[in-house]
Nanobody
Framework: QLQASGGGLVQPGGSLRLSCTASGFTLDRYAIGWFRQAPGKEREGVSC????????YYADTVKGRFTASRDNAKNTVYLQMNSLKPEDTAHYYCASFRLGVCPYSADAYEHPYKYVNYWGKGTQVTVSS
């Protein structure tokens, strides 16, 4: 199972660090993606990081503000979110992919359901003053 945590309420300009932990399997063999879904909107990709820690994808809306990382010794993947904006408000999920690697297709981050094989339980991020 995958479980995202670390969400909360933060003021605009603030920071949060999300964690994605796994139980029952080790993350170090898998690419892990972060996705988010705001009320009334489609689920969208935020980032994707390979098993070796290379980030192959950031959504344009988060580039320069969000940083994905992983600590395989802790079986955990992180998403550091800085300079948060109200439009970052969403439920955030971590996920693994059917092929085990970061998809190269933009479609995978716009319409992820056919590319993702497991969605973790999400965590809510609310950016508001």
């Amino acid at each position: 199972q995958l479980q995202a945590s670390g969400g909360g309420l933060v003021q605009p300009g603030g920071s949060l660090r999300l964690s994605c932990t796994a139980s029952g399997f080790t993350l170090d063999r898998y690419a892990i993606g972060w996705f988010r879904q705001a009320p009334g909107k489609e689920r969208e990709g935020v980032s994707c990081m390979t098993s070796s820690g290379v980030v192959l994808y950031y959504a344009d809306t988060v580039k320069g503000r969000f940083t994905a990382s992983r600590d395989n010794a802790k079986n955990t993947v992180y998403l550091q979110m800085n300079s948060l904006k109200p439009e970052d408000t969403a439920h955030y999920y971590c996920a693994s992919f059917r092929l085990g690697v970061c998809p190269y297709s933009a479609d995978a981050y716009e319409h992820p359901y056919k590319y993702v094989n497991y969605w973790g339980k999400g965590t809510q991020v609310t950016v508001s003053s």
